[in-house]
């Protein structure tokens, strides 16, 4: 781990309460220069609750939030200097030109006008929008508008940039040269928080936050966290009809969980050289079809699921 | 408070305003609709009222009469009936609004007695015109009869001068001096347009950008909420003069109104009361975050009472003490009353202290509240 001179976020106790809904409950983490910090979790999960906290957009219940060396809490306006955010919803000007909408930004980032003009080039190139700088913003396709607002969002060159589901709606290949660019300012420094709930997104993070019901539910490594559900063994089944092997599965001695997942079920058993002579037995026994059992590795989505359930479990149902 | 920060704001504002059809008709196509239909529309004046006839004597004398009328510019003789029914009718189908009954034995009771009525029916639907034509046909009726007795006075070959006890009035009106209701009411139209054009532009600004989703990013960025708020209103404001110096063009060169006051003193006003007009815009598109609601409220609370409590149409001398106390608080009364004097008695910024100091006053507090009304947080 890095020592603490190189941590550039630290939440601690953080609680936000909306009335009597809590949004966010007891969250605390760090994040470290450079670092790729991933939210992952369904919506409605805090994700960017969060996210708006640590921006100064929403103030704490509780707790405390430094951000570049700023007590978020006390001192919203201070952060601002040192972060670029792109929010949920694609915020810019659709009326304004593409040169227009980064001029605007450079302005209210206060940018130096002599090397304004150099950062929005960078930008138009960065977003591969060279020859389109006189379009009217509206009119472009997904994935541009994404990697312009991330252009925007870099004019001041924060020491951390906030994406809160940058990727949303944004076609698989628009996707991956983003992720070449969140990479790209990682190895600069830049410290980056992106929150999604993509699942093969967040192998692309050096570390995850998996947040489920404004709590964290788990936070490690991509393999760290993979890890955590080697207690016991992943089995990969290929079913006929799943719906009743879902059923069957869920409620047999030694299975701790099964989900669907695609086409197959995901087991989650406790010994998997028993399990893999049982259950196709079992399953014939009672008249469905088992095309095929193998062992797998876990995926990040398993994580998640097992997480999950297990914090519903203690919470006492899955629903409330 | 960053110009490097104010003027990007200003011209991104400004680029929308110029690239938003909408904007742009308010901007520029309202002030002339509103100058012209009201400008037009709007007349206080009662002229070519339309009159019937019923002449039951048709002698020389009943004549001589309802020439007079025939001469006056305020009446338009149009007919002569047979019966009262016929009159009734007229008047039931708005036909003429006011009627003349001369009585079959006008000339006879002139001569004998000297006393001869006539019957004058006004249709007092609108009281406005109904007081007026009443008073235009006294006098008529008036004129003539002193001419009567003029005529008889010279036959009996008594000196003129021996019909004592006449005092003459020499009435002169000052400011408006053909008494044009177009010279009273325009002045009072361009306050009108200001309400209108400042408050409905202004009211969509900040609620546009929570509409369209880009207010958060503008949150996130280090702008000042006192930044956001002139950036945003610098661009209206120069609208507004450009139409207030379009309103003045229009109701000098085109309307005819007499300018008599200086450019300084009605520009200066009118940056007061834009001041006043666009706080209350942009704080009112601050509180209710969608664009329709803002501007409905901001037409509430600007246009209604600048038409109704100003005093640009309905003088505020005639409205019961109650009302007229409540148009103390209203701050189009302050510059309406100052347009009109500015137009029609070109009096100075000095001999409108009260008013101006009333607006002034009006113009600090708005902007004090406007600058605080914008949070920068999204709870």
């Not at chain 2, 005819?256 to 007061?272: C, D, E, I, K, Y």
Request: charged residues 20%; neutral net charge.
């Amino acid at each position: 781990m890095p020592n603490d001179g190189n941590i550039s976020v630290r939440v601690d106790g953080l609680v936000k309460r909306f009335g009597s809904f809590t949004a966010v409950d007891r969250v605390s983490f760090s994040a470290y220069r450079g670092e790729i910090l991933g939210f992952l979790g369904p919506n409605g999960a805090g994700k960017s609750t969060v996210i708006r906290i640590l921006c100064g957009l929403l103030r704490p219940s509780e707790g405390s939030v430094i951000v570049a060396g700023v007590d978020v809490g006390k001192d919203p306006e201070g952060v601002r200097h040192h972060i670029g955010y792109m929010s949920q919803k694609f915020s810019l000007y659709n009326d304004l030109e593409v040169s227009e909408n980064l001029r605007f930004f450079a302005g209210l980032y206060g940018v130096d006008r002599g090397i304004a003009g150099d950062r929005i080039r960078e930008a138009i190139s960065l977003a591969g929008l060279q020859g389109h700088e006189h379009d009217l913003t509206g009119t472009l396709a997904g994935g541009w508008k994404q990697r312009l607002a991330l252009g925007c969002a870099l004019l001041h060159r924060p020491e951390i940039l906030f994406l809160d589901e940058p990727t949303s709606g944004v076609d698989p290949m628009s996707r991956r040269q983003f992720w070449d660019l969140i990479h790209g300012m990682s190895g600069r420094g830049v410290t980056v928080f992106v929150s999604t709930h993509y699942m093969d997104e967040a192998e692309y993070c050096d570390r995850l936050v998996l947040m489920n019901r404004g709590r964290v539910v788990a936070m490690g490594t991509p393999p760290e966290l993979r890890h955590l559900v080697k207690k016991g063994a992943l089995l990969l089944a290929k079913c006929e009809p799943l719906g009743t092997a879902l059923q069957i599965l869920q409620g047999s001695p030694g299975v701790a969980e099964a989900a669907v997942f695609g086409n197959s079920l995901h087991v989650r058993v406790e010994q998997a050289e028993d399990a893999l002579v049982t259950l196709p037995a079992m399953l014939e026994s009672r008249g469905v079809k088992c095309v095929s059992l193998k062992p797998i590795e876990a995926s990040l989505e398993d994580v998640f699921v097992q997480l999950a359930g297990e914090q519903s479990a203690v919470r006492g149902g899955p629903d409330r | 408070m960053s110009p490097r920060r104010l003027i990007a704001m200003s011209r991104k504002e400004f680029i929308q305003i110029v690239r938003d059809p909408r904007s742009l008709l308010i901007a520029l196509l309202m002030p002339v609709m509103q100058m012209v239909l009201l400008g037009y529309g709007v007349s206080l004046d009662a002229k070519n009222i339309p009159v019937y006839v019923y002449d039951q004597e048709g002698s020389q004398d009943s004549q001589a009469l309802l020439k007079r009328f025939q001469a006056s510019p305020y009446f338009d003789v149009r007919k002569t009936v047979n019966s009262y029914r016929d009159l009734r009718y007229a008047i039931d189908s708005d036909r003429c609004k006011l009627a003349i009954v001369i009585p079959f034995d006008f000339s006879r009771k002139l001569r004998d007695t000297g006393f001869a009525p006539v019957q004058v029916i006004v249709d007092g639907t609108d009281d406005n015109t109904a007081n007026l034509s009443k008073g235009y046909a006294r006098a008529v009726i008036a004129r003539f009869s002193a001419d009567v007795q003029h005529n008889w006075l010279q036959r009996q070959g008594m000196p003129i001068a021996a019909s004592n006890g006449n005092i003459s009035v020499d009435t002169r009106i000052w400011f408006n001096e053909d008494l044009e209701s177009r010279n009273f009411i325009i002045p009072g139209i361009v306050a009108l347009v200001m309400a209108l054009v400042g408050a409905l532009l202004t009211s969509l600004t900040i609620a546009r950008e929570w509409e369209r989703g880009t207010m958060e990013q503008l949150l996130s960025t280090p702008i000042t909420p006192s930044e956001v708020m002139l950036g945003k209103l610098i661009p209206y404001f120069m609208v507004g003069m450009a139409d207030a110096a379009l309103c003045l063009m229009m109701s000098v060169w085109w309307f005819g109104v007499p300018f008599r006051g200086t450019l300084a003193s009605f520009f200066t006003t009118t940056a007061l009361f834009l001041i006043v007009i666009l706080g209350i815009g942009f704080m009112i598109s601050v509180a209710i975050r969608n664009q329709l609601g803002a501007s409905m409220i901001a037409l509430l609370v600007t246009l209604m009472p600048t038409s109704l409590l100003s005093g640009y149409a309905f003088p505020i001398d005639q409205m019961p003490a109650a009302v007229r106390a409540i148009t103390y608080l209203v701050y189009s009364r302050y510059y309406v009353t100052i347009l009109k004097a500015i137009y029609l008695k070109g009096v100075g910024v000095k001999a409108l202290g009260a008013e101006m100091t009333a607006l002034a006053v009006y113009a600090a507090v708005i902007g004090l509240l406007a600058t605080r009304a914008f949070r920068k947080t999204l709870d």
